[in-house]
C-alpha cells in the first residue's frame, strides 16, 4: 500500500476518537469552563483526519484516474484548512471574546465543505467498485459516506441532525480505512517506461490475426513479464502484432486502470 493511501487509513483512524469526543460534548453544558479547550482540541484531531483521509482521497485519483476522489480530496483539503483556523481561533476566542463570530462562521463553511467532501468521496467508492474489488463494501461505504455528507451540510441547523451526521461517519470511516488498505493501484515499476514508448510513431507490422480481446491480454501479461519496462517494437515482434497495435492497447489499458502512465 502506498504512502498516499496510508495517510487516509491514518486519517479515518483519527476521525473515530474525535467524532466520539464531539458526540459526548454535545451533552455536556457549553458553560462549563474546560469545555472551548476540549472542543478544540477534539476538532484538531477531526481536521488532522479529514487532511489525511483527503490525501488518501487525492492518492485514490491518481492511482485509477479518476476525477471524484481526486476533486473529493482538494474540497477535503479546503475544509481541512478552514477547520484548522477555526479550531486555533476557538482557543484564542476564549480569550478575545470579540473573535467568536468569526469562529462561528469558519466553523459552519467547515462542516458544509465536510458534508461536500464525503459525498463526493462515497461516490468515488461506489465507481471504483470494480477496480477496488470488494463490490459490495465499497458500495455500503459510498452509500454511508453519501448519507453522512449529506446530513452534515444542514447540520449547523440542528444539532440532532449533526449528531446524526456522525454517528454515521464512524462505521463509514472504519469501512473506507479497510477499503484503502485494498487498493493498491498499479506498480509503477510494470509501466514506468510506458509514456515514452507510446508517444514514438509506430509502423504497422502485422503478422498473424487476432482477437483486440486476446491482444489485449497478450500484451497485459508480456508488460507483466517485463517489470523493467517495454520496448514497443520488441512487444509487437514477440507477440506477432504491429507497434500501433501495441500502442492502442496499451493505452486501453490504461483507461482500465489496469495500467498508468508516468
Known amino acids: 500500500m502506498a504512502s498516499g493511501l496510508k495517510s487516509g487509513v491514518v486519517g479515518c483512524s483519527l476521525l473515530i476518537p474525535a467524532i466520539f469526543m464531539m458526540i459526548i460534548l454535545r451533552f455536556i453544558s457549553f458553560?462549563?469552563?474546560?469545555?472551548?479547550?476540549?472542543?478544540?482540541?477534539?476538532?484538531?484531531?477531526?481536521?488532522?483526519?479529514?487532511?489525511?483521509?483527503?490525501?488518501?482521497a487525492m492518492k485514490l485519483g491518481k492511482y485509477y484516474q479518476n476525477?471524484?476522489?481526486?476533486?473529493?480530496?482538494?474540497?477535503?483539503?479546503?475544509?481541512?484548512?478552514?477547520?484548522?483556523v477555526g479550531a486555533i481561533m476557538e482557543l484564542v476566542w476564549l480569550f478575545v471574546p470579540g473573535l467568536f463570530v468569526i469562529y462561528i462562521n469558519l466553523?459552519?463553511?467547515?462542516?458544509?465543505?465536510?458534508?461536500?467532501?464525503?459525498?463526493?468521496?462515497?461516490?468515488?467508492?461506489?465507481?471504483?467498485?470494480?477496480?477496488?474489488g470488494l463490490v459490495g463494501l465499497?458500495?455500503?461505504?459510498?452509500?454511508?459516506?453519501?448519507?453522512?455528507?449529506?446530513l452534515l451540510?444542514?447540520?449547523?441547523?440542528?444539532?440532532?441532525i449533526f449528531l446524526a451526521g456522525m454517528i454515521v461517519l464512524v462505521p463509514t470511516a472504519i469501512c473506507a480505512a479497510y477499503l484503502l488498505t485494498k487498493a493498491k493501484g498499479i506498480p509503477r515499476e510494470e509501466v514506468k517506461k510506458v509514456k515514452k514508448l507510446v508517444v514514438r510513431t509506430a509502423e504497422a507490422k502485422a503478422k498473424k490475426p487476432?482477437?483486440?480481446?486476446e491482444i489485449e491480454d497478450e500484451v497485459y501479461k508480456y508488460v507483466r513479464k517485463?517489470?523493467?519496462?517495454?520496448?514497443?517494437?520488441?512487444?509487437?515482434?514477440?507477440?506477432?502484432i504491429s507497434e500501433k497495435d501495441v500502442e492502442k492497447v496499451i493505452n486501453t489499458l490504461v483507461k482500465k486502470g489496469k495500467l498508468e502512465i508516468g
Open 226 to 240: 517485463h517489470p523493467g519496462g517495454i520496448d514497443v517494437a520488441e512487444c509487437a515482434d514477440s507477440l506477432g
Open 153 to 160: 451540510c444542514p447540520a449547523i441547523l440542528n444539532n440532532i
Open 210 to 213: 487476432m482477437e483486440p480481446e
Open 138 to 150: 465499497a458500495i455500503g461505504t459510498g452509500v454511508m459516506a453519501i448519507i453522512a455528507g449529506a
Open 67 to 84: 476525477i471524484f476522489p481526486s476533486v473529493a480530496g482538494i474540497i477535503g483539503l479546503i475544509a481541512a484548512i478552514i477547520g484548522l
Open 107 to 132: 466553523y459552519r463553511v467547515a462542516i458544509i465543505l465536510d458534508g461536500i467532501f464525503f459525498i463526493l468521496f462515497g461516490v468515488a467508492f461506489i465507481i471504483l467498485r470494480d477496480k477496488i
Open 31 to 56: 458553560a462549563q469552563p474546560w469545555y472551548g479547550i476540549v472542543d478544540a482540541i477534539a476538532t484538531l484531531i477531526f481536521v488532522i483526519g479529514i487532511l489525511l483521509v483527503s490525501l488518501g
